[in-house]
């Protein structure tokens, strides 16, 4: 089934709700929200002659604009490549390039930025700004019927880093997509017409996914006026729409509960707020509750497995007799109705309850593979499991508990961070012999990026030096937040850097 009748289903239930607001104002019904995706997607064939299957760019900063051009991709049959804004402008091009995006809309803040790349995208026919006058013009036809779509068929390139630094695209299908929707019903939060969903984070990752459930069940997607995440705002907007949800990393939550007056901000309106990301920590997490009370629901899932392999849903949250309650509030919770959730060996056999191992998934939520990727494909879906690379253990009642995630991956403000990525960027100065890039601990992003750099014999390298190279390279959110220049990297007997050890000096503070 192809997912814009979710939207057109809510057309005829719902047509006169808001279906898209920004800040306080009401922008669209749902009537009127699909009357534009119909528009849309016609405009998206005729004047760039897409086909299904052909892939739409989205790299746009939050607004109204994302709602509508998904659903209309979806409606013509094409893809969606939602990117994240803050990427580098090579890291823009990258993934438009690798996805073989024909057209792309963006946000007049990034129109400069993409339209410098148009030389090196001769697969691009379209750039198209959502901000500029032209962009109504696209609105001139009247539409028909969704295309229609086998269930897996893609949807959406979702773009994640991977272990060598190189963005993979996993491929999600219609079929993963509504089992996501339909499972969030479930296992998450109930969602009734009328309620509203706050996209305070990137539309490009998770709080876009979110977009699916909310629009099956009529509520409106009320767009920050601000574009972000700003605290005062988001207790604004909390004051004017009732059964308001939205999803943010535990970092934004710290943020809010943090604000000052926060405890005597009346949040009577507020029905969830859908964590995940990154770490929750136990003291943070009670915080939370006793400031928002009992509003929390915690998902853990992965591009490949959208917001999908486990839950800790608002229940779990309260039951504070319980003599687990914290074991369970330091999980990520049970495993998804859709998908089934394994610890297992390096030989993929399951292990026993308690023990340690890497979390597989299977399901209907799994991903296709990855893009224009065999070999990384059958890697991460080897023997029908999904190899997550985090690693967990399941407790006797199948709450899931991760003790680190892949292997040397950095979630920093609810951001994936790969230190190779930064490492093969710091290794372009000529005076770095070698890098080695680790997470630490911070108390408001989780986690900072820290480089152990070895300079080069009778070189001088200094910090200022390497961010210049970093931010001619990589997005500024993924730049070391520390260098600590050493003589030697800590190494094994096959030359290997021992990142444990130099975990293990930044948390004894041995430098």
């Known amino acids: 089934m192809n997912l814009s009748h979710l939207l057109l289903r809510s057309a005829h239930a719902y047509p006169d709700l ?28 005729r004047n760039f002659a897409l086909k299904p299957g052909d892939r739409v760019a989205l790299v746009m900063r939050n607004c109204p604009q994302y709602v509508e051009l998904a659903f209309a991709a979806w409606h013509g049959g094409f893809v969606i490549v939602p990117i994240n804004s ?62 229609h779509c086998e269930p897996d068929d893609l949807a959406w390139l979702f773009y994640t880093s991977g272990t060598t630094g190189r963005p993979k695209g996993a491929m999600l299908t219609h079929r993963n997509l509504l089992a996501m929707t339909t499972s969030y019903f479930v296992d998450v939060d109930r969602i009734s017409p009328g309620d509203a969903i706050l996209h305070a984070a990137p539309m490009s990752h998770g709080s876009g996914a979110y977009m699916l459930p909310n629009v099956a069940a009529g509520a409106v997607q009320v767009i920050p006026r601000s574009g972000h995440f700003d605290p005062p705002e988001i207790f604004d907007l909390i004051g004017v729409y009732p059964g308001m949800s939205f999803f943010a990393a535990p970092t934004m939550i710290k943020r809010l509960v943090e604000m000052p007056g926060a405890s005597q901000t009346d949040v009577r309106n507020l029905r969830t707020i859908v964590y995940g990301g990154g770490p929750m920590y136990l003291a943070d997490c009670k915080q939370a509750l006793q400031i928002l009370g009992p509003r929390l629901a915690q998902i853990y899932g992965q591009g490949e497995s959208p917001m999908t392999i486990s839950a800790l849903a608002a229940y779990w949250h309260t039951q504070i007799d319980h003599p687990r309650y914290d074991q369970r509030l330091a999980s990520v919770g049970i495993a998804h109705s859709v998908v089934e959730v394994r610890v297992a060996d390096e030989n993929d056999r399951p292990l026993p309850t308690g023990e340690t191992g890497e979390v597989l998934v299977r399901g209907e939520t799994v991903m296709k593979g990855y893009w224009r990727d065999a070999a990384a494909s059958q890697a991460a879906l080897r023997n029908g499991w999904l190899h997550t690379g985090d690693v967990g253990a399941l407790d006797q009642d199948g709450f899931l508990t991760l003790k680190d995630r892949s292997k040397d991956l950095i979630i ?100």
């Open 412 to 511: 920093s403000g609810g951001s994936n961070i790969y230190p190779r990525e930064v490492e093969e960027v710091l290794l372009r100065h000529d005076a770095v012999l070698e890098v080695s890039v680790v997470g630490a601990t911070h108390p408001e992003w989780g986690e900072e990026v820290v480089a152990f750099v070895v300079a080069k014999p009778g070189a001088v390298v200094q910090a200022g030096e390497l961010d210049a190279v970093c931010l001619a390279h990589i997005a500024r959110f993924k730049r070391p937040k520390r260098y600590l220049f050493v003589d030697a990297l800590p190494k094994n007997n096959y030359g290997k850097v021992l990142k444990t050890a130099l975990r293990e000096k930044l948390r004894l503070g041995k430098l």
């Open 18 to 45: 808001p279906a898209v607001a920004v800040g306080t104002d009401p922008l669209h019904t749902y009537a009127q929200l699909a009357d534009r995706v119909k528009r849309l997607a016609e405009s998206l064939r």
């Open 86 to 147: 803050k990427l580098h402008a090579r890291e823009f091009q990258y993934v438009i390039s690798h996805s073989g995006a024909r057209v792309c809309f963006v946000t007049a803040d990034l129109l400069d930025a993409i339209g410098g790349l148009r030389d090196e995208l001769p697969e691009l026919q379209g750039l198209v700004c959502v901000d500029a006058p032209a962009y109504e013009t696209l609105l001139g036809d009247a539409g028909g019927e969704p295309v």
